[in-house]
């Protein structure tokens, strides 16, 4: 029996028509520091502890900070049967003339309508929720506890973090109290008010199940989860430790089914600081690079490179000209430290690196011929083509592998300069996840283009390599344990 796949939803609710859809995904750590001075922080409420906390005084106080989103859209759709999925039988028929009319109609705008939450974080009348709340919105409404409903500006949003900031006209609103999360720890009670399903100012609470967690195309935030209930139309909402202080954005849940399940996920609230800082001053936010791929470093990568315990980011990829290039930084290199903040897991530096700002200078710390060196690099502008790799790990004995130098059109086409290509491949190399028409780019971070250089390379090694391993444009750090 095959198991359900479980998929990553977005939490806020939308609408097309009279049927009711969960928003799937489809699109680094932030520094630590104290809450914005920009926005309005009152005192803190806490939160009983006789037989487990008592949230009340929390709800009383900071619910009217929390609001319903509602936005209004349209989206293109076709009407009619899609003709193209008819059986061939059906459509070679005589009758097929009948469904000819509703062929390549052309798509229309549908109306739809989304709901999503969000909190007041100046009493002037800032809003912040998910960028995917209003993502495409022609109108957004905002509604408070007492009923008022405002048409709100959006003042713009950052796909990348998921951040938004809105902006109602009204004054002397209650705000939110913000906090660095940092001091929040695994078992920590927590809850969240938002408007799952509609159902405005509704309280849920569990605990802190994990921290730092990277998602699938959301390698920038470092999630906070818990097993807080939350659910489509929960988008936006804060979340909030003991004390009242929003330490989080709930955004997305792990679901089989599209409701909770048990896996929620919240954007830490610094993060959502330093962007709605930038979307509140200029606008837009930027977001700066390395120009690298990297992947994690699992114990046998490690081992191939001289590294005693498995941490750091991989570098399986350096882009032409960029920041990191131009900083000496090669492919096999093992980026351990940004600014003194180690790189546990190569998830962190993507979350360290985009939080920054473009043209800002960093110090790395970086682990090449197996020795640590420091290395300054002034960082670019985000561009899409920076992603994360994963690395496969090798078993058996012996390399197993068939290897011939490449064609001068066949290295063209790579975009190559040097490597040789994977005729056949066996045993060791066939396990860790080599194929047939692989790119051999470098053996333990020493490029090759002969089959003599790979051997005496081996010949030297101990027992594990890392192959780098280009496939179409894609390339990865392969560990493999030889005899």
């Not at 900071?62 to 059906?90: C, K, Y």
């Not at 032409?320 to 131009?326: G, V, Y």
């Not at 290199?333 to 360290?352: C, E, H, Q, T, Y």
């Not at 994360?388 to 078993?395: I, N, T």
Request: neutral net charge; hydrophobic residues 45%; glycine residues 10%.
């Amino acid at each position: 029996m095959v198991p359900a796949r479980i998929r990553l939803s977005l939490v806020a609710l939308t609408i097309v028509g009279v049927g009711v859809t969960t928003c799937l995904v489809s699109e680094a750590a932030a520094p630590a520091h104290k809450a914005m001075a920009l926005f309005d922080h009152p005192p803190a409420a806490v939160a009983a502890a006789t037989g487990g906390p008592n949230f009340a005084p929390i709800v009383r106080q900071f619910g009217p900070t929390v609001v319903h989103i509602n936005v209004r859209g349209e989206t293109m759709a076709t009407s009619g049967p899609d003709v193209s999925q008819l059986p061939p039988q059906l459509r070679n028929s005589p009758f097929f003339q009948f469904f000819q009319p509703f062929q390549n109609q052309a798509p229309r705008e549908v109306p739809t309508q989304g709901l999503g939450s969000g909190f007041i974080i100046g009493s002037n009348g800032l809003v912040l929720t998910n960028a995917h709340v209003v993502k495409g919105a022609k109108n957004v409404t905002v509604t408070l506890t007492d009923h008022r409903t405002f048409k709100a500006q959006v003042l713009g949003f950052d796909s990348k973090t998921d951040i938004a900031v809105l902006k109602i006209p009204a004054t002397n609103l209650p705000t939110v109290r913000l906090v660095d999360p940092s001091s929040l720890q695994p078992g920590d009670w927590v809850l969240a008010i938002g408007s799952p399903y509609g159902f405005y100012n509704t309280v849920t609470a569990g605990i802190v199940s994990a921290k730092s967690r990277s998602l699938p195309d959301d390698n920038m935030v470092p999630f906070i989860q818990t097993d807080v209930a939350v659910n489509p139309g929960n988008s936006g909402g804060p979340l909030f430790n003991t004390r009242g202080e929003v330490v989080g954005i709930n955004s997305q849940i792990f679901t089989q089914t599209g409701a909770f399940e048990g896996l929620s996920f919240a954007i830490p609230i610094n993060v959502a600081e330093t962007i709605a800082k930038q979307i509140i001053a200029k606008g837009h936010v930027e977001h700066a690079k390395l120009g690298i791929t990297v992947q994690t470093v699992s114990q046998q990568l490690a081992n191939s490179f001289g590294l005693q315990t498995p941490r750091g980011a991989l570098v399986a990829n350096v882009s032409e000209a960029s920041p990191a290039a131009k900083a000496g930084i090669k492919e096999g290199d093992i980026i351990l430290s940004v600014n003194g903040d180690p790189v546990n897991d190569s998830a962190d530096l993507p979350m360290m690196i985009g939080m920054m700002k473009p043209g800002q200078s960093v110090r790395l710390g970086v682990w090449s011929n197996r020795h640590e060196t420091m290395v300054n690099a002034t960082l670019g502008s985000f561009s899409p083509d920076v992603s994360v790799a994963d690395a496969s790990g090798g078993a058996g004995r012996g390399i197993g592998m068939q290897v011939r130098p490449l064609k001068p059109a066949e290295a063209q086409q790579a975009n190559v300069r040097q490597g040789l290509i994977v005729e056949t491949v066996s045993g060791a190399a066939e396990q860790a996840g080599v194929q047939s028409g692989d790119i051999l780019l470098a053996v333990d971070g020493k490029p090759v283009n002969s089959v003599m250089q790979v051997r005496a390379i081996l010949k030297g090694a101990g027992k594990t390599v890392a192959l780098l391993i280009q496939r179409g444009t894609n390339r990865i750090f392969v560990p493999v344990e030889i005899g």
